[in-house]
């Protein structure tokens, strides 16, 4: 069996952070988590982890120019951004800095599983956990937990 995937959450609101952890470590994903974006920088430079899933609207660095050193320092990584903020120039910013998902919130655990899925190359569970299942955003009602 191979290594766990790694994800670093960077979430400044403890209890969403908490309950993402709990959703990403239901899907047997190793998960680090951050509060700030100097943490979060600080957590790809020790360890680069597969996948980032970041809050846009941390206390310290935010927005693009944070997606930005994200990428420069962790060029391999899936990079999601969690914004409770809408706009087509703040997703595109975002997309050009190098984000390759861009979720508003509130974010379901399934909505997180279906952005981090094909970014990891991992298939979708298919009946009786059989690959091929469902597209992303749908579901069986399979007691997925949500955030």
Avoid: H, N, W
């Avoid at 994903?29 to 982890?49: I, K």
């Avoid at 944070?66 to 087509?88: K, S």
Wanted: glycine letters at 18%; a negative charge.
């Amino acid at each position: 069996m191979g290594e766990a995937v790694s994800i670093l959450l960077v979430e400044d609101d403890r209890g969403l952070r908490d309950a993402y952890r709990l959703v990403l470590g239901a899907l047997g994903l190793e998960v680090e988590g951050a509060a700030t974006g100097e943490e979060a920088l600080a957590g790809v430079t020790a360890r680069a982890p597969d996948a980032i899933v970041v809050d846009l609207g941390l206390p310290d660095l935010g927005g693009p120019a944070l997606i930005r050193r994200l990428r420069g320092a962790a060029p391999d990584a899936a990079l999601v951004v969690l914004t409770g903020q809408e706009g087509d120039e703040l997703r595109r910013g975002c997309r050009e800095a190098g984000a390759d998902a861009f979720l508003v919130k509130p974010v379901t655990g399934r909505e997180l599983r279906s952005a981090l899925d094909p970014l990891l190359g991992r298939p979708r569970p298919g009946p009786r956990g059989e690959a091929g299942g469902e597209g992303p955003g749908e579901g069986r009602g399979d007691g997925e937990p949500d955030a």
